[in-house]
């Protein structure tokens, strides 16, 4: 339960809201007891989800679906007010953002930066789709840098930055999501000026992880991957106040884990 000034803050990667719906979501929701929801992979549109199912109570709602029915898409839930600010980073390569891959709102005094990054994994082609999308975010988040008001970029990168933040890193090298540029891309991110939130609660260990491959014994195991992230900007940056990974609800909802943030503005 969240109190007096304290700010709670939620980053998840759904694997489809339909099926979180039926998997017990509204009762995370719930129990997690957060202000902000910044969803990932929702896979549907508005008039897609269950005839029965509500929003949760007094929250406002920003769908940015991708124009795919089922395929990626991001949506953001607020119970503290929210302003839609923009979608899409200006990029050449889907400057409509028909993916529904970005979507910024103003919480509050809160900017968040919802993000889904493509995954590269299908091929050279989408991997050279992927590398470009990510310099043209780097060069398009760096206006939220210098911003005096608190900014979060939050979301599904589809990268594990270090060793620590995948199980196997030896025997995944060579495999989208740990190749050496694009964790070489992410050091650079991080050194424009962002911060990495979890790596700074938790300290330098293995995880905790957020994604787990639904084959073998991964999931129960707790052999996964870091790929998802809360990182924040200077202003917001100093209301940080803690972090978790809730493994649990992932088990339950989806392949991922919810990344929960608080902060004391």
Partial sequence: MITGDLMRVVSWNLNGIRAAIRKGLDDWIEEIDADIWLLQEVRALPEQLPKDWELPTGHEVVWHPAEKKGYSGVASFSRIGMEEITRGIDTKLDPDDSEG?????????????????????????????????????????????????????????????TEDDIWNP????????????????????????????????????????????????????????????????????????????????????????????????
């Fill in 101 to 161: 891959r970005v979507l910024v709102t103003k919480c509050g005094s809160l900017t968040c930066i919802n993000i889904y990054l493509p995954n590269g994994g299908s091929g050279p082609a989408r991997q050279a789709y992927k590398d470009q999308w990510l310099e043209d975010l780097l060069v398009w988040a760096k206006q939220y840098l210098s911003s005096p008001e608190p900014v979060v970029l939050v979301g599904d990168l589809n990268i594990a930055h």
């Fill in 170 to 265: 030896s025997g995944n090298r060579m495999t989208s999501g740990f190749l050496a540029h694009e964790r070489e891309w992410f050091s650079r991110f991080l050194a424009s000026g962002w911060h990495d939130l979890h790596r700074i609660h938790f300290g330098e260990r293995k995880g905790p992880y957020t994604w787990w491959s639904n084959r073998g014994q991964a999931r129960a195991l707790d052999r996964g991957w870091r790929i998802d992230y809360v990182l924040a900007n200077d202003a917001a940056f100093t209301a940080f106040e803690s972090a978790e990974v809730n493994r649990q609800a992932g088990l339950d909802c989806s392949d991922h884990a919810p990344l929960i943030i608080d902060f004391k503005f």
